[in-house]
């Protein structure tokens, strides 16, 4: 595995262009906490375990099959 693979070089091109940012350090900060945001705490507010609300535990297949079936109809 010499510094002609093709995974080495790639790694290599991000590893350079990642230790030489200035800039680009901050916009990543920004980035990451945006989805952390977007993931973590929306999740928590907007959308709850709708299955967990209105299902029994062990029979959320069944309800999922019953409302598929009932919306169809």
Same mark, same amino acid.
């Not at 680009?24 to 990543?28: A, D, I, P, Y």
């Not at 598929?68 to 919306?71: A, E, F, Q, S, V």
């Given at each position: 595995m010499g510094k002609q693979n093709f995974f080495y070089r790639v790694f290599d091109l991000y590893y350079?262009?990642?230790r030489n940012m200035r800039l *680009?350090?901050?916009?990543?900060a920004i980035i990451l906490i945006k989805l952390f945001i977007m993931f973590a705490i929306l999740k928590v507010?907007?959308?709850?375990?709708?299955l967990k609300?209105?299902?029994?535990? *062990?029979?959320?297949?069944?309800?999922?099959?019953?409302e598929?079936?009932?919306?169809a109809e």
């Open positions: 350079d262009g990642f *680009g350090r901050t916009l990543w507010f907007f959308f709850p375990n709708f609300e209105h299902a029994e535990e *062990g029979a959320e297949p069944d309800y999922v099959a019953t598929m079936i009932d919306r």
